[in-house]
Protein backbone atom coordinates (compact mmCIF):
# COMPACT_ATOMS: atom_id res chain seq x y z
CA UNK A 1 0.00 0.00 0.00
CA UNK A 2 1.48 3.56 -0.32
CA UNK A 3 3.01 5.03 2.34
CA UNK A 4 1.42 8.02 4.13
CA UNK A 5 4.81 10.20 3.75
CA UNK A 6 5.43 9.46 0.39
CA UNK A 7 4.32 12.33 -1.59
CA UNK A 8 3.33 10.80 -5.32
CA UNK A 9 4.34 12.54 -8.14
CA UNK A 10 2.78 10.08 -10.91
CA UNK A 11 -0.82 7.95 -11.01
CA UNK A 12 -2.03 6.29 -13.91
CA UNK A 13 -5.40 5.00 -13.94
CA UNK A 14 -4.50 2.55 -16.59
CA UNK A 15 -4.86 -0.95 -16.31
CA UNK A 16 -1.99 -4.01 -15.89
CA UNK A 17 -2.85 -6.63 -18.78
CA UNK A 18 -1.22 -9.75 -19.40
CA UNK A 19 -0.68 -9.27 -22.91
CA UNK A 20 -0.88 -12.36 -25.67
CA UNK A 21 1.57 -10.58 -28.75
CA UNK A 22 0.94 -11.76 -32.49
CA UNK A 23 3.79 -10.28 -34.86
CA UNK A 24 3.03 -8.92 -37.80
CA UNK A 25 2.08 -11.16 -41.00
CA UNK A 26 5.70 -9.71 -42.66
CA UNK A 27 7.92 -10.40 -39.73
CA UNK A 28 10.39 -12.77 -40.16
CA UNK A 29 9.44 -14.01 -36.92
CA UNK A 30 6.38 -15.79 -36.70
CA UNK A 31 5.72 -16.61 -32.50
CA UNK A 32 3.40 -15.62 -30.51
CA UNK A 33 4.23 -14.42 -26.86
CA UNK A 34 2.01 -15.03 -24.38
CA UNK A 35 1.90 -14.29 -20.51
CA UNK A 36 3.58 -11.11 -21.03
CA UNK A 37 3.68 -7.91 -18.71
CA UNK A 38 1.72 -5.11 -19.68
CA UNK A 39 -1.18 -2.95 -20.06
CA UNK A 40 -1.59 0.75 -20.47
CA UNK A 41 -1.33 1.32 -16.67
CA UNK A 42 2.05 -1.21 -16.54
CA UNK A 43 3.64 0.15 -19.03
CA UNK A 44 3.41 4.12 -18.06
CA UNK A 45 4.44 3.27 -14.35
CA UNK A 46 7.13 1.68 -15.86
CA UNK A 47 7.80 4.79 -17.75
CA UNK A 48 8.00 7.00 -15.26
CA UNK A 49 10.20 4.36 -13.50
CA UNK A 50 12.99 4.28 -15.62
CA UNK A 51 13.76 7.69 -14.92
CA UNK A 52 13.49 7.18 -11.11
CA UNK A 53 16.79 5.62 -9.74
CA UNK A 54 16.33 6.79 -6.48
CA UNK A 55 14.77 4.57 -3.83
CA UNK A 56 12.29 7.84 -2.83
CA UNK A 57 11.76 8.13 -6.59
CA UNK A 58 10.50 4.55 -6.76
CA UNK A 59 8.37 5.00 -4.53
CA UNK A 60 6.95 8.24 -5.98
CA UNK A 61 5.23 6.22 -8.75
CA UNK A 62 1.37 4.97 -7.73
CA UNK A 63 -0.72 2.53 -9.59
CA UNK A 64 -3.16 0.12 -9.01
CA UNK A 65 -3.07 -3.94 -10.26
CA UNK A 66 -6.08 -5.98 -9.76
CA UNK A 67 -5.12 -9.66 -9.38
CA UNK A 68 -7.07 -12.69 -10.21
CA UNK A 69 -6.98 -16.41 -9.78
CA UNK A 70 -4.26 -16.89 -13.05
CA UNK A 71 -2.03 -13.99 -11.75
CA UNK A 72 1.67 -15.51 -12.59
CA UNK A 73 3.99 -14.86 -9.48
CA UNK A 74 6.75 -14.40 -11.50
CA UNK A 75 5.12 -11.29 -12.58
CA UNK A 76 4.58 -9.81 -9.17
CA UNK A 77 8.03 -10.60 -8.80
CA UNK A 78 9.27 -8.27 -11.36
CA UNK A 79 6.81 -5.61 -10.37
CA UNK A 80 7.84 -6.04 -6.59
CA UNK A 81 11.73 -5.44 -7.93
CA UNK A 82 10.59 -1.64 -9.04
CA UNK A 83 9.91 -0.62 -5.91
CA UNK A 84 6.93 1.54 -7.04
CA UNK A 85 3.87 2.26 -4.97
CA UNK A 86 2.52 -0.70 -6.58
CA UNK A 87 -1.49 -1.49 -5.20
CA UNK A 88 -1.75 -4.82 -5.04
CA UNK A 89 -5.89 -5.90 -5.08
CA UNK A 90 -7.18 -8.99 -5.28
CA UNK A 91 -10.03 -9.48 -7.82
CA UNK A 92 -13.07 -12.01 -6.38
CA UNK A 93 -12.60 -16.15 -6.06
CA UNK A 94 -12.40 -17.38 -9.74
CA UNK A 95 -12.04 -14.10 -11.33
CA UNK A 96 -9.38 -14.07 -14.15
CA UNK A 97 -6.92 -11.25 -14.30
CA UNK A 98 -7.37 -8.52 -17.37
CA UNK A 99 -5.66 -10.57 -20.55
CA UNK A 100 -5.54 -8.99 -23.68
CA UNK A 101 -4.73 -9.78 -27.53
CA UNK A 102 -2.13 -7.61 -29.59
CA UNK A 103 -2.08 -7.83 -33.41
CA UNK A 104 0.09 -5.80 -35.56
CA UNK A 105 0.14 -4.39 -39.04
CA UNK A 106 2.91 -2.37 -41.04
CA UNK A 107 3.82 0.81 -39.26
CA UNK A 108 3.43 -0.38 -36.07
CA UNK A 109 -0.39 -0.25 -36.42
CA UNK A 110 -1.76 -2.03 -33.24
CA UNK A 111 -5.05 -3.97 -33.16
CA UNK A 112 -6.48 -5.01 -29.58
CA UNK A 113 -8.98 -7.16 -27.48
CA UNK A 114 -9.89 -7.98 -24.61
CA UNK A 115 -9.59 -12.04 -23.84
CA UNK A 116 -10.82 -11.40 -20.35
CA UNK A 117 -13.10 -9.47 -18.67
CA UNK A 118 -11.48 -6.12 -17.67
CA UNK A 119 -12.18 -4.18 -14.68
CA UNK A 120 -11.99 -0.50 -15.16
CA UNK A 121 -10.09 1.93 -12.24
CA UNK A 122 -12.03 4.84 -11.09
CA UNK A 123 -10.85 7.91 -9.25
CA UNK A 124 -12.71 6.06 -6.15
CA UNK A 125 -10.26 3.14 -6.11
CA UNK A 126 -7.75 5.87 -4.84
CA UNK A 127 -6.35 5.29 -1.69
CA UNK A 128 -5.49 9.13 -0.01
CA UNK A 129 -1.97 9.07 -1.13
CA UNK A 130 -2.39 8.17 -4.92
CA UNK A 131 -5.27 10.66 -4.51
CA UNK A 132 -2.91 13.44 -4.15
CA UNK A 133 -0.61 12.70 -6.81
CA UNK A 134 1.17 15.52 -8.69
CA UNK A 135 0.33 14.02 -12.16
CA UNK A 136 -2.46 11.74 -13.73
CA UNK A 137 -2.23 9.52 -16.56
CA UNK A 138 -5.75 8.54 -18.69
CA UNK A 139 -6.14 6.00 -21.02
CA UNK A 140 -10.02 6.58 -22.34
CA UNK A 141 -12.02 8.47 -24.33
CA UNK A 142 -13.15 12.04 -23.38
CA UNK A 143 -16.71 11.33 -21.52
CA UNK A 144 -14.77 9.16 -18.70
CA UNK A 145 -11.69 11.48 -19.30
CA UNK A 146 -14.16 14.64 -17.85
CA UNK A 147 -16.14 12.46 -15.56
CA UNK A 148 -12.59 11.17 -13.55
CA UNK A 149 -10.66 14.52 -13.70
CA UNK A 150 -13.56 16.60 -12.33
CA UNK A 151 -14.03 13.81 -9.34
CA UNK A 152 -10.52 13.54 -8.65
CA UNK A 153 -10.55 17.03 -8.37
CA UNK A 154 -13.67 16.86 -5.89
CA UNK A 155 -12.23 13.97 -3.91
CA UNK A 156 -8.89 16.27 -3.63
CA UNK A 157 -10.81 19.13 -2.00
CA UNK A 158 -12.72 16.94 0.18
CA UNK A 159 -9.58 15.47 1.35
CA UNK A 160 -7.83 18.85 1.81
CA UNK A 161 -10.81 20.09 4.06
CA UNK A 162 -10.19 17.37 6.05
CA UNK A 163 -7.10 17.88 6.84
CA UNK A 164 -6.31 21.16 6.31
CA UNK A 165 -4.13 22.84 9.07
CA UNK A 166 -4.78 26.60 7.29
CA UNK A 167 -7.37 28.88 9.03
CA UNK A 168 -8.07 30.64 5.67
CA UNK A 169 -11.18 28.39 4.21
CA UNK A 170 -10.55 29.06 0.64
CA UNK A 171 -7.11 27.60 -0.14
CA UNK A 172 -7.30 24.75 -3.14
CA UNK A 173 -5.32 21.69 -2.72
CA UNK A 174 -2.58 22.07 -5.84
CA UNK A 175 -4.05 21.12 -9.05
CA UNK A 176 -2.65 18.14 -10.58
CA UNK A 177 -1.35 17.58 -14.13
CA UNK A 178 -3.45 15.75 -16.16
CA UNK A 179 -2.16 13.31 -19.12
CA UNK A 180 -5.12 12.10 -21.68
CA UNK A 181 -3.96 9.31 -24.01
CA UNK A 182 -7.33 8.96 -25.83
CA UNK A 183 -8.16 5.69 -26.58
CA UNK A 184 -7.96 4.55 -30.31
CA UNK A 185 -11.73 3.41 -31.04
CA UNK A 186 -12.90 7.09 -29.94
CA UNK A 187 -10.28 9.02 -32.26
CA UNK A 188 -13.09 9.59 -35.05
CA UNK A 189 -14.97 13.36 -36.05
CA UNK A 190 -18.19 11.93 -33.69
CA UNK A 191 -15.92 12.42 -30.73
CA UNK A 192 -14.40 15.77 -31.55
CA UNK A 193 -17.36 17.60 -29.09
CA UNK A 194 -16.72 15.58 -26.30
CA UNK A 195 -12.89 15.50 -26.87
CA UNK A 196 -13.07 19.24 -27.03
CA UNK A 197 -15.57 19.77 -24.01
CA UNK A 198 -12.21 17.84 -21.56
CA UNK A 199 -9.36 19.96 -23.63
CA UNK A 200 -9.85 22.71 -20.69
CA UNK A 201 -9.49 20.13 -17.65
CA UNK A 202 -6.40 18.91 -19.05
CA UNK A 203 -2.77 20.10 -19.41
CA UNK A 204 -1.85 17.51 -21.78
CA UNK A 205 -3.09 15.26 -24.74
CA UNK A 206 -0.93 12.78 -26.58
CA UNK A 207 -2.63 10.99 -29.60
CA UNK A 208 -0.80 8.73 -31.95
CA UNK A 209 -0.46 10.30 -36.00
CA UNK A 210 -2.60 7.65 -36.72
CA UNK A 211 -5.27 8.28 -33.77
CA UNK A 212 -4.89 12.53 -34.58
CA UNK A 213 -5.85 11.83 -38.12
CA UNK A 214 -8.71 9.51 -37.53
CA UNK A 215 -10.15 12.56 -35.91
CA UNK A 216 -10.05 14.33 -38.90
CA UNK A 217 -10.86 11.44 -41.28
CA UNK A 218 -7.35 11.44 -42.31
CA UNK A 219 -5.07 8.07 -43.32
CA UNK A 220 -1.54 8.65 -43.32
CA UNK A 221 0.44 6.61 -45.34
CA UNK A 222 1.71 3.48 -44.29
CA UNK A 223 5.34 4.29 -45.22
CA UNK A 224 5.97 7.27 -43.58
CA UNK A 225 4.11 10.48 -41.25
CA UNK A 226 3.00 13.10 -42.87
CA UNK A 227 4.30 15.56 -40.53
CA UNK A 228 2.68 18.93 -41.95
CA UNK A 229 -0.65 17.12 -41.72
CA UNK A 230 -0.02 16.46 -38.36
CA UNK A 231 1.51 20.42 -38.06
CA UNK A 232 -2.03 21.24 -38.90
CA UNK A 233 -4.09 18.85 -37.17
CA UNK A 234 -2.22 19.54 -33.88
CA UNK A 235 -2.47 23.28 -34.73
CA UNK A 236 -6.66 22.68 -34.57
CA UNK A 237 -6.21 21.47 -30.85
CA UNK A 238 -4.16 24.08 -29.31
CA UNK A 239 -6.85 26.81 -31.57
CA UNK A 240 -9.54 24.96 -29.32
CA UNK A 241 -7.79 25.68 -26.52
CA UNK A 242 -5.74 22.69 -24.05
CA UNK A 243 -5.80 23.84 -20.20
CA UNK A 244 -7.48 25.98 -18.27
CA UNK A 245 -5.28 29.24 -19.53
CA UNK A 246 -5.29 27.56 -23.05
CA UNK A 247 -1.23 27.06 -22.50
CA UNK A 248 -1.59 23.05 -22.15
CA UNK A 249 0.38 20.86 -25.26
CA UNK A 250 -0.44 18.33 -27.79
CA UNK A 251 2.36 15.94 -27.99
CA UNK A 252 1.76 13.53 -31.07
CA UNK A 253 3.62 10.29 -30.90
CA UNK A 254 4.93 9.22 -34.06
CA UNK A 255 6.64 6.01 -33.81
CA UNK A 256 10.31 5.82 -35.19
CA UNK A 257 9.48 9.55 -36.76
CA UNK A 258 9.96 10.65 -33.08
CA UNK A 259 7.26 13.06 -31.72
CA UNK A 260 5.68 16.93 -32.49
CA UNK A 261 5.45 19.07 -29.35
CA UNK A 262 3.12 22.17 -29.51
CA UNK A 263 1.70 24.71 -27.19
CA UNK A 264 1.19 28.45 -27.12
CA UNK A 265 5.11 29.20 -27.31
CA UNK A 266 6.41 26.00 -28.95
CA UNK A 267 6.26 23.96 -31.99
CA UNK A 268 9.08 21.07 -32.38
CA UNK A 269 9.51 17.72 -34.00
CA UNK A 270 12.02 15.78 -31.81
CA UNK A 271 13.33 12.34 -32.82
CA UNK A 272 12.78 8.91 -31.40
CA UNK A 273 15.82 7.81 -29.46
CA UNK A 274 16.21 4.53 -31.82
CA UNK A 275 16.33 6.03 -35.59
CA UNK A 276 14.10 4.99 -38.10
CA UNK A 277 16.97 2.53 -39.67
CA UNK A 278 16.68 0.46 -35.91
CA UNK A 279 13.05 0.28 -36.39
CA UNK A 280 12.12 -1.09 -39.67
CA UNK A 281 10.08 -3.42 -38.42
CA UNK A 282 7.83 -4.04 -35.52
CA UNK A 283 9.41 -7.76 -34.69
CA UNK A 284 12.71 -7.68 -36.10
CA UNK A 285 15.68 -10.21 -35.50
CA UNK A 286 17.61 -7.52 -33.18
CA UNK A 287 19.17 -7.94 -30.03
CA UNK A 288 18.91 -5.59 -27.21
CA UNK A 289 22.79 -4.56 -27.46
CA UNK A 290 22.24 -3.52 -31.13
CA UNK A 291 19.47 -0.84 -29.88
CA UNK A 292 17.05 -1.91 -32.01
CA UNK A 293 13.23 -2.22 -31.72
CA UNK A 294 11.36 -5.28 -31.08
CA UNK A 295 8.39 -4.72 -30.14
CA UNK A 296 6.73 -1.62 -30.15
CA UNK A 297 3.98 -2.93 -27.77
CA UNK A 298 3.65 -0.03 -24.58
CA UNK A 299 6.15 2.44 -26.36
CA UNK A 300 3.48 5.08 -26.16
CA UNK A 301 2.20 4.62 -23.08
CA UNK A 302 5.45 4.45 -21.41
CA UNK A 303 6.21 7.69 -23.45
CA UNK A 304 3.55 9.49 -21.56
CA UNK A 305 4.95 8.13 -18.10
CA UNK A 306 7.91 9.31 -18.86
CA UNK A 307 6.82 12.82 -19.96
CA UNK A 308 4.62 13.60 -17.35
CA UNK A 309 7.35 12.93 -14.34
CA UNK A 310 9.46 15.08 -16.73
CA UNK A 311 7.28 17.89 -16.43
CA UNK A 312 6.60 17.70 -12.89
CA UNK A 313 10.36 17.66 -11.80
CA UNK A 314 11.44 20.02 -14.65
CA UNK A 315 8.84 22.40 -13.89
CA UNK A 316 6.53 21.85 -16.93
CA UNK A 317 9.09 21.89 -19.65
CA UNK A 318 7.22 20.26 -22.32
CA UNK A 319 10.51 19.57 -24.19
CA UNK A 320 12.32 18.54 -21.75
CA UNK A 321 9.63 16.39 -20.70
CA UNK A 322 9.22 14.59 -23.86
CA UNK A 323 13.09 13.81 -24.21
CA UNK A 324 12.11 11.96 -21.05
CA UNK A 325 9.53 10.15 -22.60
CA UNK A 326 11.60 9.28 -25.33
CA UNK A 327 14.08 7.71 -23.05
CA UNK A 328 11.60 5.75 -21.09
CA UNK A 329 9.82 4.79 -24.81
CA UNK A 330 13.64 3.19 -26.28
CA UNK A 331 13.59 0.86 -23.12
CA UNK A 332 10.01 -0.12 -23.62
CA UNK A 333 10.32 -1.20 -26.92
CA UNK A 334 13.68 -2.87 -26.99
CA UNK A 335 12.02 -6.31 -26.34
CA UNK A 336 8.82 -8.36 -25.59
CA UNK A 337 7.47 -7.23 -22.30
CA UNK A 338 9.62 -5.31 -19.91
CA UNK A 339 13.00 -4.35 -20.29
CA UNK A 340 15.43 -5.82 -17.38
CA UNK A 341 16.58 -4.13 -14.47
CA UNK A 342 20.22 -4.91 -12.44
CA UNK A 343 21.96 -3.56 -10.19
CA UNK A 344 26.07 -2.49 -11.60
CA UNK A 345 28.96 -3.33 -9.87
CA UNK A 346 28.86 0.44 -8.92
CA UNK A 347 25.57 -0.22 -7.86
CA UNK A 348 23.82 2.05 -10.01
CA UNK A 349 20.47 0.46 -11.41
CA UNK A 350 20.84 -0.56 -14.75
CA UNK A 351 17.68 -1.55 -17.11
CA UNK A 352 18.63 -3.60 -20.27
CA UNK A 353 22.58 -3.11 -19.49
CA UNK A 354 22.53 0.92 -19.39
CA UNK A 355 22.29 3.61 -17.05
CA UNK A 356 19.19 5.68 -18.01
CA UNK A 357 19.85 8.95 -16.70
CA UNK A 358 23.05 8.12 -19.28
CA UNK A 359 21.29 7.60 -22.18
CA UNK A 360 19.08 10.68 -21.30
CA UNK A 361 21.87 12.43 -21.51
CA UNK A 362 23.85 11.33 -24.75
CA UNK A 363 20.20 11.98 -26.41
CA UNK A 364 20.22 15.40 -25.11
CA UNK A 365 23.21 16.35 -26.82
CA UNK A 366 21.88 14.41 -30.02
CA UNK A 367 19.12 16.52 -29.82
CA UNK A 368 20.80 19.71 -29.34
CA UNK A 369 18.41 21.91 -27.99
CA UNK A 370 20.62 25.26 -28.18
Keep these: MAEENTQIE ?36 LGA ?42 RPEGELTTRGWNGYSGNEVRAFKYLTEKKRLTARDLSPALLNAKSFHFICGGARCLTEVMQILDLRREENEKNKQSSDPNIPSPRPLIVWEPVPDLCVPLALPETCRVLCMIDVISPNHAELGAFFEYTHPETHVDRETVEAHAQQFIAWGIGRDKKGAIVVRCGAEGCYVQNSEVKRWLPAYHTSEDSSHANDDATNSSGKVVDPTGGGNGFLGGLAVGMVRSGGDIVEAAL ?31 VVRERLEEFRKRVDLG
Design 10 to 45: FCTLGMLIIDEIHPSPNSPDQTIQKDILGGAGTYSA
Design 49 to 90: RLLSSKAQEAKSIGWIIDVGSDFPEKIRSTIESWGTTAVFRK
Design 324 to 354: WGSIAASYCIEQVGMPELTAGADNAERWNGT
